[in-house]
């Protein structure tokens, strides 16, 4: 598969390199080259540097051709534009959206968007540890 | 009206002065604690301080009966957000976005934006307009249809010059509608009208007739 990861934070480099692993063709873009060292010396994939709201960056990506595309940034409102964006424009198969605010969460579902929301994940992983 | 403005950054604050001298009721969603508390000396207590791209915080600025949303912040991603949430959870009837990149503005309509305002492309228009060498300026874009209002100025060594209307081959979907000579003043054109150099012509045409349209008044 072709995976598009947008933001190379601890999440988005883990799961970079999961699947780069698994023999996926992945590529990850941040706004900041610095995030790219979290990425092990083992990845074979492609890291550009560039913003996944930008049209350009995203087409060097490979946005067109990808299979799946995930926004992990540390904004949920750029991660849900940045999705939307792959779904409504590029067409993507498969969009998938961290959302850390459970209500908007909830509501881009609703409007189509595969979601996960860190918060209330966590959350029920902590309560039942207690 | 009951308008909700979020950011209260200049155009947050500019807009709510000149909306509640219209006699509107408006309130202005504000993150920052002292940019807030400064909104409130000015304006009185018609500001909130709060996120408005969350669900919870449109929920007690009483959005469910808000007529407006106007998102001006200086995130487009942001913009974006609240006035998906104040359409979605909260059925407000209409949205404004501002938009900074311009490439955003599609999108936003895609996404359901009832309007965008790109500051961006109206700075850029403007600057176009006082430099000698650009042919052509986008006025203004109509909401419907893709239409856009342009000014051409027809330059000196125009291959359309000392031509009339009639043959000049503007693509599908255009019209002149004004020429404004240096002599004679603003015209309303026939197919007859001959062009001169410096004449300022003001056409409504498709946007991505744009480069078209510079193809055939340029030079010989």
């Known amino acids: 598969m072709n995976v598009v990861i947008m933001g190379c934070s601890r999440v988005g480099a883990q799961l970079a390199t999961m699947m780069d692993a698994e023999g996926h063709k992945v590529t990850i873009v941040d706004v900041d080259s610095f995030s790219f060292r979290k990425l092990p010396p083992t990845f074979n994939g492609t890291a550009i540097v560039g913003s996944g709201l930008d049209e350009e960056a995203l087409k060097k990506a490979g946005i067109e051709s990808a299979n799946v595309f995930v926004a992990v940034t540390q904004g949920d409102n750029r991660n849900v534009m940045a999705c939307q964006i792959a779904k409504h424009i590029y067409k993507v198969p498969k969009v998938v959206c961290r959302i850390y605010d459970p209500i908007r969460e909830e509501m881009y579902r609703n409007l189509g968007l595969i979601t996960v929301s860190p918060t209330k994940v966590v959350a029920k992983l902590l309560r039942d540890q207690i | ?220």
Do not use: W
């Open chain 2, 1 to 220: 009206m009951y308008i909700i403005i979020v950011g209260g950054g200049e155009v947050g604050y500019h807009l709510a002065k000149v909306l509640l001298n219209d006699g509107h009721e408006v309130l202005i969603l504000e993150q920052d604690a002292s940019r807030s508390e400064r909104l409130t000396d000015e304006l009185g207590s018609i500001v909130v301080r709060g996120d408005g791209c969350e669900a919870a915080t449109l929920q007690t600025c009483g959005s469910a009966r808000a007529d407006m949303l106007v998102a001006v912040t200086d995130d487009d991603a942001r913009n974006l957000v609240a006035c998906q949430v104040a359409k979605h959870r909260f059925n407000v009837p209409r949205t404004i976005a501002r938009v900074t990149n311009p490439n955003n503005e599609n999108i936003f309509k895609m996404l359901g934006v009832d309007v965008t305002v790109c500051s961006t492309q109206l700075i850029l228009a403007h600057i176009e307009q006082e430099l000698p060498s650009h042919p052509i300026i986008p006025l203004l874009k109509l909401r419907s249809g893709g239409l856009e209002l342009i000014e051409a100025k027809i330059p000196h060594g125009s291959k359309v010059i000392g031509k009339k209307l009639r043959t000049f081959s503007l693509p599908k979907g255009s019209a002149v509608l004004l020429i404004i000579s240096k002599d004679k003043g603003p015209q309303i054109p026939t197919p007859d009208t001959v062009v001169a150099a410096e004449d300022e012509v003001i056409a409504i045409t498709q946007a991505e007739n744009e480069e078209a349209i510079r193809v055939m008044l340029g030079s010989k």
